[in-house]
């Protein structure tokens, strides 16, 4: 069975502070994918990152980096200088080998001006 | 690339009718699709999985009388609630896969049921 834990349900920082968001992962597979999603109010999901399970390297782009430590089955997502715009849901999610995407429950990041 | 829509972006209607919604994909041809719901301040829940010409494939406790799933071709997914009362009012998310698994995730039908 696959799991996805955020375990923040919601984050309120102040523009231009950083803000890091967990997650924590649960599978058998030896092969699976994790993803971060934004969801502003509109409702659209929009797609931020994916990493597969062989591919340990922190990757940066722009403001967001991820942390992958498949030692602690963790995938932690950071805002850095946070600005107003980045207030939305955030999912992370994984997928494994039966092609479904398991969602974890979401962390409201609330930035003010 | 890679864009998904879904019509209608929201709809009402009244309790007992039914409501059918549209997810297609536009440039490219989506081998599987699948239907999530959310509920106000919740996740996504995966609903049901299609693929094209085959009958869904839903997931433990959804009706399947209830959410009628047709995948008619590889760019369109139909999702009919059928005799929809209050509690089916979420927002419906669709989403389409390629040969290489990766999802495409569409805008979400908010339905409210009246």
Redesign the interface.
Known sequence: AQKVTQAQTEISVVEKEDVTLDCVYETRDTTYYLFW?KQPP????V?LIRRNSFDEQNEISGRYSWNFQKSTSSFNFTITASQVVDSAVY?CAL?SND???S????T?VTVRA | GAVVSQHPSWVICKSGTSVKIECRSLDFQAT?M?WYRQFP??????MA?SNEGSKATYEQGVEKDKFLINHASLTLSTLTVTSAHPEDSS?Y?C?A?TFS?E???G??T?LTVT
Not at chain 1, 103 to 106: C, H, Q, V
Not at chain 2, 41 to 46: A, E
């Open positions: 999603y509109s409702g659209e999901l797609f999912f997928r092609y479904k995407l969602f974890g429950a979401g409201t | 599987t699948f301040k919740q996740s996504l829940m995966l999985t927002f998310i989403s896969g698994y999802q495409y995730f805008p979400g908010r």
